[in-house]
């Protein structure tokens, strides 16, 4: 039998996506840290090109900027996260209702990078408040393996080598909150990367 307990926290990141960086990026930057805590690192700019479902919304030429915070996030908290980059998404929209920014969250642990997405579809598990998890990669190997329906902007390879960092940045998170008093056996266990 199972025995219910609590899993590790895990390393939040954004992805920041938006044709008007200019306006939105203090903004959404300042929303952010104040809910979530400061940034551990922002990833450099990157033009998005991998789809054309943004552009009308948002416009052209799309670019991405992807958060990874300090502070680490339970499992759990991943739906309200969404829950609350959706409403940073409606404050800083055009008086018609479209938005500026695209933010969309996820959380990196040893095993797994899940997103947080309102559309439900046949692989996405239900996190309330009308939220669903995305198990977007797996970690097995020693690095990310991508799955049938992972988007093709997150199994690019320079997204796939910044979630790598940010899981190295994790994995030393973990190390670094185990007391050095304690025996190693009760230190936490990740595959090996």
Same mark, same amino acid.
């Not at 990874?68 to 309200?80: C, E, I, N």
């Given at each position: 039998?199972?025995?219910?307990?609590?899993?590790?926290?895990?390393?939040?990141?954004?992805?920041?996506?938006?044709?008007?960086?200019?306006?939105?990026?203090?903004?959404?930057?300042?929303?952010?840290?104040?809910?979530?805590?400061?940034?551990?690192?922002?990833?450099?700019?990157?033009?998005?090109?991998?789809?054309?479902?943004?552009?009308?919304?948002?416009?052209?030429?799309?670019?991405?900027?992807?958060?990874? %915070?300090?502070?680490?996030?339970?499992?759990?908290?991943?739906?309200?996260?969404?829950?609350?980059?959706?409403?940073?998404?409606?404050?800083?929209?055009?008086?018609?209702?479209?938005?500026?920014?695209?933010?969309?969250?996820?959380?990196?642990?040893?095993?797994? %990078?899940?997103?947080?997405?309102?559309?439900?579809?046949?692989?996405?598990?239900?996190?309330?408040?009308?939220? %669903?998890?995305?198990?977007?990669?797996?970690?097995?190997?020693?690095?990310?393996?991508?799955?049938?329906?992972?988007?093709?902007?997150?199994?690019?390879?320079?997204?796939?080598?910044?979630?790598?960092?940010?899981?190295?940045?994790?994995?030393?998170?973990?190390?670094?909150?185990?007391?050095?008093?304690?025996?190693?056996?009760?230190?936490?266990?990740?595959?090996?990367?």
């Amino acid at each position: 039998m199972s025995h219910p307990h609590e899993p590790v926290a895990g390393k939040l990141v954004v992805s920041v996506l938006s044709a008007d960086f200019p306006t939105v990026w203090q903004p959404v930057l300042a929303a952010l840290q104040a809910h979530f805590g400061p940034v551990e690192i922002a990833y450099a700019a990157r033009p998005f090109a991998h789809t054309a479902y943004y552009n009308d919304e948002l416009g052209t030429p799309l670019v991405r900027r992807l958060l990874a %915070f300090t502070p680490l996030l339970p499992q759990d908290a991943l739906g309200p996260a969404k829950c609350f980059t959706n409403a940073v998404e409606e404050r800083l929209a055009r008086p018609d209702g479209s938005r500026l920014v695209n933010l969309d969250p996820g959380l990196v642990t040893c095993e797994r %990078f899940v997103l947080a997405t309102g559309k439900n579809y046949t692989h996405r598990i239900y996190l309330g408040q009308g939220i %669903f998890g995305d198990l977007t990669l797996v970690f097995q190997a020693g690095s990310w393996q991508t799955l049938p329906w992972t988007f093709p902007d997150y199994a690019a390879p320079d997204m796939l080598a910044r979630l790598t960092d940010v899981r190295c940045r994790y994995r030393r998170d973990l190390r670094e909150a185990v007391p050095r008093i304690n025996p190693p056996e009760k230190e936490p266990t990740c595959p090996k990367a």
